[in-house]
């Protein structure tokens, strides 16, 4: 198999710097279409945030300067890309919705599928994942990119995600049960595999007799003729999707890995199966926790996997060493992540907002083995960038704090972290740091003094200093951790607001 590829990055600068023409047989895509916001806020421009939408939705679609430049860049064509219906929806768009988020996400998005387009093969296929805040402008805009030059818009498949039981039950409407995927092909030269449904018991009871060969036959229809159960397809399936559920019960679900937006991995085999073949070549611009890249992988595919956030490619490291063990890493080519301290440097001293917290991600995920939750909370965050659980005994987790600083590391933030430890009763605090420390820090340090792990007996320094060097020279955390204790954590925190990141 060929060596796969996960970019850390924008995926619009690793679509044209990294993909070359007509090199993808399949791209699937999921990107944030921020369900959780009213409707016609969007459609107004009021400006009036969704307090309870993720954060990441925010930072990436909002007009800004960088909304401003992607317009331009559509306007002007730039690397030919754009079609002339492309560039007259859009101008049309900014005269109806006027420089607002909505606006800011179609000019971000158009400058991703053309990119796609580019990238994908004649015979290549497209899935566009969305719901219906913005779906009927994604197929407008996608319309003016594949059907504009030489492409079609095949069908669009409905997966029925959810049951309308429990609290949606009472909402005064329709309750949404369902998320909409777009289906575009290159050209007429594209592959496509029909699949079929499984068949039903009560049919398969229907094939009583073993021939010679050991194959299940029926005889009891009109003629006496004989048919084998190996010859019946069953039924195809068709553009409604409602035997792949979502994780309404995410908490008892082993495949859920806490991502918010986590989809079923059946849900991205079946779509890999009908539109590529084996060794052909997977995209996933916005590759989040893996889905995709699983899938892939599973079904013998080569694949390319991009993601803005740190969090997201340790995640994906962790997923793939889990389920496929050592091969599951074994060819992957790491771009974008720090491989030493120039690299990390660089990454710390980022001004673009998106990646403003990156470099602590990457730190403390990479030092504790991606077995850390990570403070995504604006503003004041009480000292904690991050937190571990370190099993102190057969029933009980102690907490250990990380805090992450690029530079003017003095012996206050020794006594600050200190502080912190003490305040929210943790077993241990770690400040990671790009610069080596002082004596008066080390000294610091050590009037912290021991924890004593009770579970096996071991000692470890209260206050510690790890450096981005011993990173490199790959030190980890080395303690008993619980994966279990950290997924509920993982859950609460996503669920309820957690003493230790509250504002």
Same mark, same amino acid.
């Given at each position: 198999?060929?060596?796969?590829?996960?970019?850390?990055?924008?995926?619009?600068?690793?679509?044209?710097?990294?993909?070359?023409?007509?090199?993808?047989?399949?791209?699937?895509?999921?990107?944030?279409?921020?369900?959780?916001?009213?409707?016609?806020?969007?459609?107004?421009?009021?400006?009036?945030?969704?307090?309870?939408?993720?954060?990441?939705?925010?930072?990436?679609?909002?007009?800004?300067?960088?909304?401003?430049?992607?317009?331009?860049?559509?306007?002007?064509?730039?690397?030919?890309?754009?079609?002339?219906?492309?560039?007259?929806?859009?101008?049309?768009?900014?005269?109806?919705?006027?420089?607002?988020?909505?606006?800011?996400?179609?000019?971000?998005?158009?400058?991703?599928?053309?990119?796609?387009?580019?990238?994908?093969?004649?015979?290549?296929?497209?899935?566009?994942?969305?719901?219906?805040?913005?779906?009927?402008?994604?197929?407008? #805009?996608?319309?003016?990119?594949?059907?504009?030059?030489?492409?079609?818009?095949?069908?669009?498949?409905?997966?029925?995600?959810?049951?309308?039981?429990?609290?949606?039950?009472?909402?005064?409407?329709?309750?949404?049960?369902?998320?909409?995927?777009?289906?575009?092909?290159?050209?007429?030269?594209?592959?496509?595999?029909? #699949?079929?449904?499984?068949?039903?018991?009560?049919?398969?009871?229907?094939?009583?007799?073993?021939?010679?060969?050991?194959?299940?036959?029926?005889?009891?229809?009109?003629?006496?003729?004989?048919?084998?159960?190996?010859?019946?397809?069953?039924?195809?399936?068709?553009?409604?999707?409602?035997?792949?559920?979502?994780?309404?019960?995410?908490?008892?679900? *082993?495949?859920?890995?806490?991502?918010?937006?986590?989809?079923?991995?059946?849900?991205?085999?079946?779509?890999?199966?009908?539109?590529?073949?084996?060794?052909? #070549?997977?995209?996933?611009?916005?590759?989040?926790?893996?889905?995709?890249?699983?899938?892939?992988?599973?079904?013998?595919?080569?694949?390319?996997?991009?993601?803005?956030?740190?969090?997201?490619?340790?995640?994906?490291?962790?997923?793939?060493?889990?389920?496929?063990?050592?091969?599951?890493?074994?060819?992957?080519? #790491?771009?974008?992540? *720090?491989?030493?301290?120039?690299?990390?440097?660089?990454?710390?001293?980022?001004?673009?907002?998106?990646?403003?917290?990156?470099?602590?991600?990457?730190?403390?995920?990479?030092?504790?083995?991606?077995?850390?939750?990570?403070?995504?909370?604006?503003?004041?965050?009480?000292?904690?960038?991050?937190?571990?659980?370190?099993?102190?005994?057969?029933?009980?987790?102690?907490?250990?704090?990380?805090?992450?600083?690029?530079?003017?590391?003095?012996?206050?933030?020794?006594?600050?972290?200190?502080?912190?430890?003490?305040?929210?009763?943790?077993?241990?605090?770690?400040?990671?740091?790009?610069?080596? *420390?002082?004596?008066?820090?080390?000294?610091?340090?050590?009037?912290?003094?021991?924890?004593?792990?009770?579970?096996?007996?071991?000692?470890?320094?209260?206050?510690?200093?790890?450096?981005?060097?011993?990173?490199?020279?790959?030190?980890?955390?080395?303690?008993?951790?619980?994966?279990?204790?950290?997924?509920?954590?993982?859950?609460?925190?996503?669920?309820?607001?957690?003493?230790?990141?509250?504002?």
């Amino acid at each position: 198999m060929a060596t796969n590829r996960l970019f850390y990055g924008d995926n619009l600068d690793v679509l044209r710097k990294y993909i070359r023409d007509e090199t993808v047989d399949l791209c699937y895509i999921d990107p944030p279409f921020n369900s959780n916001r009213n409707y016609n806020q969007i459609y107004l421009n009021q400006g009036k945030e969704d307090k309870a939408q993720a954060q990441a939705f925010i930072d990436t679609w909002t007009w800004d300067k960088r909304a401003e430049d992607g317009i331009l860049q559509i306007k002007n064509n730039q690397n030919g890309v754009f079609t002339r219906q492309s560039i007259n929806l859009i101008t049309g768009l900014e005269k109806v919705l006027g420089h607002g988020d909505l606006l800011a996400y179609l000019v971000s998005m158009t400058l991703r599928i053309a990119e796609i387009f580019r990238v994908l093969k004649p015979s290549g296929s497209f899935y566009l994942h969305c719901d219906a805040t913005a779906s009927h402008y994604l197929k407008l #805009l996608t319309d003016s990119i594949f059907c504009a030059n030489g492409g079609d818009f095949k069908r669009e498949i409905i997966w029925s995600t959810t049951d309308t039981s429990g609290f949606k039950s009472r909402a005064k409407n329709w309750i949404r049960s369902h998320d909409i995927i777009l289906f575009y092909v290159k050209s007429t030269k594209y592959y496509f595999k029909k #699949l079929y449904w499984e068949h039903n018991p009560d049919y398969l009871k229907r094939f009583k007799k073993i021939d010679e060969n050991g194959q299940k036959y029926r005889d009891d229809r009109p003629g006496g003729r004989k048919q084998f159960l190996n010859d019946t397809l069953g039924k195809t399936i068709g553009d409604v999707w409602d035997d792949i559920d979502s994780f309404q019960q995410a908490s008892t679900n *082993p495949e859920y890995l806490g991502y918010p937006t986590q989809k079923r991995i059946a849900l991205l085999e079946r779509i890999i199966e009908a539109s590529s073949k084996e060794n052909d #070549l997977i995209l996933d611009a916005y590759c989040g926790c893996g889905t995709t890249i699983a899938a892939a992988q599973q079904l013998k595919r080569n694949w390319i996997g991009i993601d803005i956030t740190y969090q997201s490619i340790s995640l994906i490291l962790k997923r793939l060493e889990d389920l496929f063990k050592e091969k599951g890493i074994k060819n992957i080519e #790491l771009n974008g992540v *720090p491989q030493d301290i120039e690299s990390a440097m660089a990454l710390a001293i980022k001004k673009d907002d998106r990646t403003r917290k990156e470099f602590e991600k990457w730190a403390i995920l990479t030092y504790s083995n991606n077995r850390a939750i990570i403070n995504e909370k604006k503003g004041s965050d009480k000292g904690i960038d991050g937190i571990s659980f370190v099993l102190d005994s057969d029933n009980e987790s102690k907490e250990i704090i990380f805090s992450v600083k690029s530079g003017n590391v003095t012996v206050a933030n020794i006594r600050d972290l200190r502080g912190v430890i003490e305040r929210e009763d943790a077993a241990i605090g770690i400040l990671i740091t790009l610069e080596n *420390p002082t004596k008066p820090m080390i000294q610091e340090c050590k009037t912290a003094g021991i924890y004593n792990n009770k579970l096996t007996n071991q000692s470890f320094e209260r206050l510690q200093i790890i450096t981005i060097n011993d990173i490199f020279d790959g030190k980890r955390l080395n303690m008993p951790m619980s994966l279990q204790v950290l997924k509920k954590a993982e859950l609460k925190l996503n669920n309820t607001q957690s003493k230790l990141f509250d504002l």
